[in-house]
Structure formats: structure tokens, C-alpha cells
């Protein structure tokens, strides 16, 4: 039986440690994501950075998120700046805000990004989240 991958598809997994997320960003290279599709976002940037400098895992910079919205979040508060980063990978207005209080709470998002630039209200409606999150 042959198993076609779907690296097209947006997937967010929600962990709480660095060790998780180099177990996550492994699964989604083995699914077939290219490396600079494989993100992590916390709350806080320099914790962003470091746990990307220490796993296969990228920051959301311009080639994700589109010049306009790099741009915009230069004059962003922080809570604002992730949702933006979020809402350009696909995720919905109402996620990204849930998954901004679960980085509240210190967790790690690890993003396997389909390749698709979402602006404004638009949202990719089969953007896998884990767990699963009743929004």
C-alpha cells in the first residue's frame, strides 16, 4: 500500500519543551516538509531564536509571512505581531488567538507550513492543529 504525503497542508502542534520540538520537526521532515517550511514560535523572540538555532527548525521571517506584513509588524505589540505571523502561514483569526494563550502559557508552537501566503481575513480552513483545539 503506497502513502501519498500532503505537504501542502498547514499542521500546528502545540509542545512544551525543546526536546519536543526536535521530535515534531523530525516527523515533519519525514512527512516530507522542506526544512525552511518547519517553524517555531513562543512568545517570547529570544526564545524563538535560541530553540531555532538549536533544532531543524526555522523563525517565521519575510519568505513566510510576505514584506507586507514584515513590514507592518515592525509597528506591532507583540501579541499582535504573532497573531500576524500566524494569520500569514493560514491560520484563522480565532486560532491564533488561542494559540497566543497557549504561548502565554509558555508552550512551544512547532508549524509545518503548507507554502501558501494568506493576507488579510483570509484562513486555510484544513489547517491541522494538535491537539486538537474546539474553537
Known amino acids: 500500500m503506497t502513502t501519498t504525503q500532503t505537504t501542502n497542508q498547514t499542521k500546528v502542534h502545540t509542545v512544551k519543551s525543546i526536546v519536543e ?5 523530525y516527523r515533519f ?3 516530507g516538509y522542506a ?3 518547519i517553524f517555531v514560535l513562543t ?7 535560541r530553540i531555532a538555532d538549536n533544532t531543524d527548525a526555522e523563525k517565521i521571517g519575510v519568505s513566510a509571512e510576505g514584506l507586507g506584513t514584515a513590514i507592518a509588524n515592525i509597528f506591532r505589540s507583540n501579541g499582535d505581531e504573532l497573531r500576524a505571523k500566524m494569520r500569514s502561514l493560514g491560520i484563522s483569526k480565532q486560532y491564533a488567538e488561542h ?5 502565554d502559557r509558555d508552550k512551544i508552537l512547532v508549524i509545518a507550513w503548507g507554502g501558501r501566503e494568506y493576507i488579510g481575513d483570509e484562513f486555510d480552513p484544513a489547517v491541522y492543529y494538535y491537539p486538537h483545539y474546539m474553537i
Open 21 to 25: 520540538v526536535q521530535e515534531q520537526v
Open 29 to 31: 521532515q519525514r512527512e
Open 35 to 37: 526544512k525552511d517550511n
Open 43 to 49: 512568545h517570547d523572540k529570544d526564545r524563538t531564536a
Open 99 to 103: 494559540l497566543e494563550s497557549e504561548m
